[in-house]
């Protein structure tokens, strides 16, 4: 099937330190989601995007929809310990929702 | 409150013993969706539905069963489970195909 590359797989970093995570693709994406996943939990939604070349906030988190629609990233400015867990993009093909598509995840750990 | 629910959160049971995962929404969504999540290789989808009666195959379906009989209810069923189906299993709701997922809490299977 479909798959995403997501990179890098893990990151260590000091609180304070940005963010930055990406997620391609070899086929074109309506649709780009981006999730986190706490330790015995569900993944939330944290942005999604629905346009080629959207740059979409929220707080110090910032995703961005590629102009080639085959790429996504997702920044984290300032980082503080709260913001560890497993970051998850996921993209959609077709927009009348057929499968969603996630990648492996980033691990995030900040140190204080 | 609106939420995704499932039961059980955990389960640990025999290879080839049939069991039923359920999930409920209480959003009204017309979309529900079925992932396991195992490390290294992140969420795959199982199973979807679009509407009532409606369902449809996802990534990895191979082992599974679903139903769509009612709108808020989507349950997943290991006719015949075997250890390879040992996961951590989402169900996810959204409005419709094209809209965000929201995901439950997860069921944590072992099958031995």
């Known amino acids: 099937g479909q798959q995403l590359n997501q990179s890098p797989q893990s990151m260590f970093i000091q609180e304070g330190e940005d963010v930055s995570m990406n997620c391609t693709s070899s086929?074109?994406?309506?649709?780009w989601l981006w999730y986190k996943q706490e330790p015995g939990e569900g993944p939330v939604l944290l942005i999604a995007?629905?346009?080629?070349?959207e740059l979409t906030s929220n707080g110090r988190l910032t995703a961005q929809f590629g102009i080639t629609r085959k790429d996504s990233f997702l920044n984290i400015s300032a980082s503080i310990p709260s913001d560890v867990g497993i970051y998850f993009c996921a993209g959609r093909i077709n927009q009348a929702g057929t499968a969603l598509i996630f990648g492996k995840g980033t691990t995030l750990s900040v140190s204080s | 409150e609106a939420q995704v629910t499932q039961n059980p959160r955990y389960l640990i049971t025999v290879t080839g013993k049939k069991l039923t995962v359920t999930c409920s929404q209480n959003m009204n969504h017309e979309y529900m969706s079925w992932y396991r999540q195992d490390p290294g290789l992140g969420l795959r989808q199982i199973y979807y539905?679009?509407?009532?009666?409606?369902?449809d195959k996802g990534d990895v379906p191979e082992g599974y069963k679903v139903s769509r009989k009612e709108k808020r209810n989507f349950p997943l069923i290991l006719e015949s489970p075997s250890p390879n189906q040992t996961s951590l299993y989402f169900c996810?709701?959204?409005?419709?195909?094209?809209?965000?997922?929201?995901f439950g809490p997860g069921t944590r299977l072992t099958v031995l």
């Open positions: 086929s074109i994406f309506n649709t």
């Open positions: 995007l629905y346009k080629a070349g």
């Open positions: 996810a709701s959204s409005l419709s195909g094209g809209h965000t997922q929201y």
């Open positions: 539905s679009m509407n009532v009666e409606v369902t």
